[in-house]
């Protein structure tokens, strides 16, 4: 049997892309197993997002806990979205962490080839897809596994720009990192 390279790494990649889609989004509402109060907060932030409480993606939230006011309602309009896509549910408010968890395996694996080549990008996009602590955030429905996201988005973009030196690039990447403090 002659392989295509090209065949071999789509087949790769797509091996590694669904058992990460697996591992986060496979009975999504029942495990975890109970909703953490986090959980319950950021769906309320969501909430206040759709029903026009909370006033930008600047202001905080949400407006109805009191001294918990610290999280930039930016999060809270992304969460709003899959909330309005998935219902009102435990599906809804976990859907955004199971996406970011997701994408967070092509863009290990960007990074990774990026800075140490093709076969540690796919052991490291693997590791990643399957490793317990990722799985779970990525699994919980608030804003924890939205950090390691940008983070190595911010990481390939800093890379990139600096390896092309493009004004465009080091743009994008200024965007990236001030969004992920966000």
Not at 149 to 174: E, N, Q
Request: include cysteine; aromatic fraction near 18%.
């Amino acid at each position: 049997i002659i392989y295509n390279i090209k065949t071999r790494d789509a087949v790769l990649f797509f091996i590694i892309l669904i058992t990460a889609i697996v591992f986060r989004v496979y009975n999504l509402e029942k495990i975890p197993l109970e909703v953490n109060q986090e959980e319950g907060f950021a769906s309320v932030g969501a909430l206040e997002v759709l029903s026009g409480v909370l006033k930008g993606p600047f202001d905080f939230g949400p407006k109805s806990a009191p001294g918990w006011t610290y999280y930039s309602g930016l999060y809270y309009y992304g969460h709003a979205f899959f909330i309005k896509i998935f219902g009102n549910s435990i599906i809804g408010n976990r859907m955004f962490a199971a996406i970011a968890g997701i994408l967070c395996v092509p863009v290990t694996m960007l990074f990774t080839k990026e800075a140490a080549g093709k076969k540690t990008a796919y052991l490291a996009g693997f590791l990643v897809a399957v490793f317990g602590v990722h799985i779970h955030f990525s699994r919980f429905g608030f804003m924890f596994i939205h950090s390691a996201l940008w983070g190595i988005l911010a990481l390939y973009m800093i890379l990139v720009s600096d390896r092309k030196k493009s004004p465009y690039l080091f743009a994008i990447t200024g965007i990236v990192i001030g969004i992920s403090q966000y």
